[in-house]
């Protein structure tokens, strides 16, 4: 089942892309799994995700723990804690 | 209830007076607004710029605006705010509560203002006047701002 990944703010700029459509294996079941997965596939994500515990994560545009599951999920996001008002 | 996310300059009159246009259930109108502070010394900015996730932004500010109207008896509520590159002193955001009380339009203002800033998808970048770029820190004490509203549940 093909998701959407989005990145970004220094996780954009990091794996450079804002977005890709990935088929995640059946063993990537929940967000901090995506993350270990993801350091897998380049120097680009390994350098991204090396701090895994600062990234955020939204499924299906609401914010989510790492714990969190992937099923049914359409659209994942990461990104740094946000800075905005 | 409004939330608008976009690239123009707001007017806080004229955002107030379209709120308020024709109703008479109003008693207090607060409003916040945001502006780039541009630093001085090494920490001196020329330039700023806000980068957000479309789609979940303004699904989370109306999120955070219907829980304030859980909260408090307001009667109007706007949350504006602005993206792309900014310069200091410019406008970044802009919160109105509008309610027949005073209390509740303050009250209801920072906690929008404190929710938003640790809830909605928005990311800073400063240029910096020595050249470097770089993206803007979270704060603790903006985690802890929210928190405290934790300890004071929404009305029954």
Same mark, same amino acid.
């Given at each position: 089942m093909p998701v959407k990944i989005l990145y970004f703010a220094w996780v954009r700029e990091k794996t450079g892309k804002a977005e890709e459509i990935l088929d995640l294996p059946a063993n990537v079941t929940t967000v901090a799994e995506l993350m270990v997965w993801l350091k897998g596939r380049g120097p680009e994500y390994a350098e991204a995700f090396a701090r895994e515990d600062v990234i955020r994560a939204a499924v299906d545009r609401n914010h989510v723990k790492s714990t969190a599951t992937l099923s049914g999920a359409r659209e994942i996001a990461f990104f740094p804690p946000v800075t905005g008002g | 209830m409004a939330v608008r996310v976009e690239r123009a300059d707001f007017d806080v009159g004229v955002e107030v007076a379209r709120l308020t246009a024709g109703r008479s259930d109003i008693g207090a109108i607060v409003t916040f607004s945001g502006t780039v502070r541009g630093g001085s010394? +090494?920490? +001196?900015?020329?330039a700023m710029t806000l980068e957000h996730y479309p789609g979940m932004t303004e699904a989370e500010l109306a999120r955070v605006e219907a829980e304030a109207a859980k909260r408090w008896p307001l009667q109007a509520s706007l949350i504006v705010h602005r993206v792309g590159t900014l310069k200091p002193g410019d406008n970044i955001v802009l919160v109105v509560t509008a309610s027949a009380h005073r209390q509740a339009a303050f009250a209801a203002a920072e906690f929008l203002m404190d929710y938003l800033k640790t809830r909605a998808p928005f990311w800073k970048k400063e240029m910096r006047a020595d050249g470097q770029v770089r993206w803007v820190a979270a704060r603790e004490c903006d985690g802890e701002a929210a928190r405290r509203w934790e300890e004071l549940p929404p009305r029954g």
């Open positions: - | 010394g +090494a920490d +001196a900015i020329t």
